[in-house]
């Protein structure tokens, strides 16, 4: 799995957010967890695939947000529980 963090501008308010999480879920396919903070000005995504700054770029620039930055790392999720069961 891969966390990509996206700096954006435009975003002003909790609608904005919503905006971009929608925007962010009808292009991209398997993804599992989309969040955004227009307070921190970023949008987190957690994916089976690692996007390229284009793809995020072409989806946000087209919905009226500006595409600061894009960083791409390879993701493990934590567990719970240390205890292996």
């Known amino acids: 799995m ?10 002003m ?4 957010e ?7 879920r009808e292009k991209l396919t398997d993804l599992k967890k989309v969040s955004s903070s227009h307070k ?3 949008t ?3 994916s089976e695939t690692a996007y390229t700054e284009e ?3 072409d989806i946000l620039n087209s ?3 500006k595409v ?9 999720k934590k567990k719970i529980f240390p205890f292996g069961r």
């Open 2 to 11: 891969f966390r990509t963090i996206i700096k954006i501008d435009g975003m």
């Open 13 to 16: 308010c909790s609608m904005c």
């Open 18 to 24: 919503n905006h971009v999480n929608s925007a962010i």
């Open 40 to 42: 921190k000005g970023t």
């Open 44 to 46: 987190e995504i957690i």
């Open 55 to 57: 793809q995020i770029c």
């Open 63 to 65: 919905s009226g947000y």
């Open 68 to 76: 600061l930055s894009v960083c791409s790392e390879p993701y493990e």
